[in-house]
């Protein structure tokens, strides 16, 4: 964790990791936990 000039937090990962594929994985196994899997997003848009 770095803090900028202006105060805030950038999280940054180390030169060659692999976070990509862990958040892949991740997501992954969320979306197989899931009791029936998502077809479809329903969007609402305000009038």
């Known amino acids: 964790m770095?803090?900028?000039l202006a105060g805030n937090a950038t999280?940054?990962?180390r030169e060659?990791?692999?976070d990509?594929?862990?958040l892949a994985l991740a997501l992954a196994?969320?979306?197989l936990?899931?009791?029936v899997?998502?077809?479809s997003v329903p969007?609402?848009?305000p009038s």
Request: no cysteine; aromatic share 16%; glycine share 8%.
């Open 37 to 39: 899997p998502a077809t």
């Open 11 to 13: 999280f940054n990962a």
């Open 20 to 22: 990509d594929l862990v």
């Open 33 to 35: 936990s899931r009791p």
């Open 43 to 45: 969007v609402e848009w």
């Open 29 to 31: 196994v969320f979306g």
């Open 2 to 4: 770095r803090f900028t």
């Open 16 to 18: 060659g990791a692999h």
